[in-house]
């Protein structure tokens, strides 16, 4: 299965992966929403996320959504584990 990657443009860290290039499932609340990128059948998904979980969501409900976390919090909290 090809995964399709997409962007909120209101909430920015929050994504989606979707089925179809269109992105006609992803919850209207969130968008509009903004293509990413895809990812082959061959390829694995961004940050370690499980292919197989995300396929099952896709397959159930549509979509899976995700959060990114902003760079600076991201660092912050890199460098406190680290200490």
């Known amino acids: 299965m ?6 909120s443009r209101p909430k ?3 994504r989606a992966f979707a089925g179809e290039s269109t992105g006609a499932r992803l919850p209207a609340k969130y968008g509009p929403w903004d293509a990413t990128g895809v990812i082959r059948p061959d390829k694995d998904p961004p940050h370690k996320f499980a292919r197989a979980d995300i396929e099952a969501a896709i397959n159930g409900e549509g979509f899976q959504l995700w959060v990114t976390k902003p760079m600076v919090k991201a660092e912050a909290e890199a460098e406190a584990a680290a200490s």
């Open 12 to 14: 920015p860290s929050l």
């Open 2 to 7: 090809r995964i399709f990657m997409f962007k």
